[in-house]
């Protein structure tokens, strides 16, 4: 079955940085576009960074907010989705999302979600 499997995340000072990594199983993943979202407490999922698929060209996309802060990547050789994230501040303290595809449906897969955390 399709699976999303992230690891990374954790507690980190501003200014600080991390990795997340989305390891993914199940289909075919170098056809799809992937992304990350994240999640504050109380408000809906947001759109983070996305990437195209190798076969587009993997181009990166970023929220206004990260941009130059943030960099999405993929290795299609180990079906596996990274989110390098430099320059931490308390504003992105939330839990990060992996999926496939860019748009949400119902029923699209998911990682189980990370919880990364700025702070002094």
């Known amino acids: 079955q399709v699976q999303l499997v992230q690891s990374g995340g954790g507690l980190v000072q501003p200014g600080g940085s991390l990795t997340l990594t989305c390891a993914a199983s199940?289909?075919?993943?170098?056809?799809?576009?992937m992304s990350w979202y994240r999640q504050f407490p109380g408000e809906q999922r947001e759109l983070v960074a996305s990437i195209s698929s190798s076969r587009h060209g993997a181009r990166p996309d970023y929220a206004d907010s990260v941009k130059s802060r943030f960099t999405i990547s993929r290795d299609d050789s180990k079906d596996t989705l990274y989110l390098q994230m430099n320059s931490l501040i308390p504003g992105d303290t939330a839990v990060y999302y992996c999926k496939r595809g860019v748009e949400v449906y119902v029923g699209d897969p998911w990682g189980q979600g990370t919880q990364v955390t700025v702070s002094s």
């Open positions: 199940g289909f075919t993943f170098s056809d799809y576009y």
